[in-house]
């Protein structure tokens, strides 16, 4: 016959397949948390050095016998001007992670979907709609929340491509802002995420 798989109803396939779904996906978003830390260390490290540029600036010919000494200041603000480079780089190359791990999240999502699809059909709407136990989410929600994973995770890269076009000018405000948003996880919240992921990983084996 074909239920040659151990004999698993569809529902039973259905859960399996979005456990390990969600199993992958906590490792995408472990990898764009640990991302995200890196690239908040380099903001914040940015604002530093802006903030020391933009106290220099204000300061030049006044800075006692630095000033006296010729082209002290002058290497002084050189340092500063590659050490923000440098910093905004590093900021553009750890930004490059997050389009990779969204394709990730996509791929995931396609294939979980797609799969789905073909166990969805020998399943009846109360195995889609209902939980098999207390505090576990039902398919249709565990689907609902594969999906979400995939949508925030777009909106809130491009908030971050966003304020990243603004971060060439030296301002302060504008590089404080960006690591206000940049904490706040304005679209994808990764503890309400790993609330998800524990639910959906409750399963039959354990007493109720």
């Known amino acids: ?10 529902v039973a396939q259905l859960r399996f397949a979005l456990r390990k779904a969600f199993a992958e996906c906590d490792e995408i978003v472990f990898s764009w948390e640990e991302a995200s830390v890196q690239t908040l260390q380099v903001l914040r490290s940015l604002l530093n050095a802006t903030e020391r540029m933009n106290d220099f600036v204000a300061a030049e010919g006044k800075l ?24 905004r780089n590093a900021a553009r190359s750890l930004l490059e992670s997050f389009p990779e791990l969204c394709v ?6 396609d294939t979980t979907l797609s799969h789905q699809k073909e166990l969805q059909a020998a399943c009846t709407v109360e195995e889609l709609w209902e939980a098999e136990h207390k505090a576990q989410p039902s398919i249709a929600q565990m689907l609902e929340w594969v999906y979400d994973v995939q949508v925030e ?7 971050r491509e966003h304020m990243l076009q603004g971060i060439n000018h030296d301002s302060v405000q504008k590089i404080a ?8 996880s304005t ?3 990764v503890q309400r995420y790993y609330a998800r992921s524990d639910a959906v990983k409750i399963h039959g084996t354990s007493a109720d």
């Open 1 to 10: 016959g074909m239920d040659g798989g151990g004999g698993k109803k569809p």
């Open 64 to 87: 006692g016998v630095l000033s006296a000494i010729p082209d002290a200041e002058n290497n002084l603000k050189m340092k500063l001007v590659q050490s923000m480079e440098r910093l």
């Open 104 to 109: 990730k999240v996509e791929n995931l999502v």
């Open 153 to 159: 995770l777009r909106k809130e890269l491009g908030l």
């Open 177 to 184: 802002a960006f690591v206000d948003i940049w904490q706040a």
């Open 187 to 189: 679209y994808f919240d």
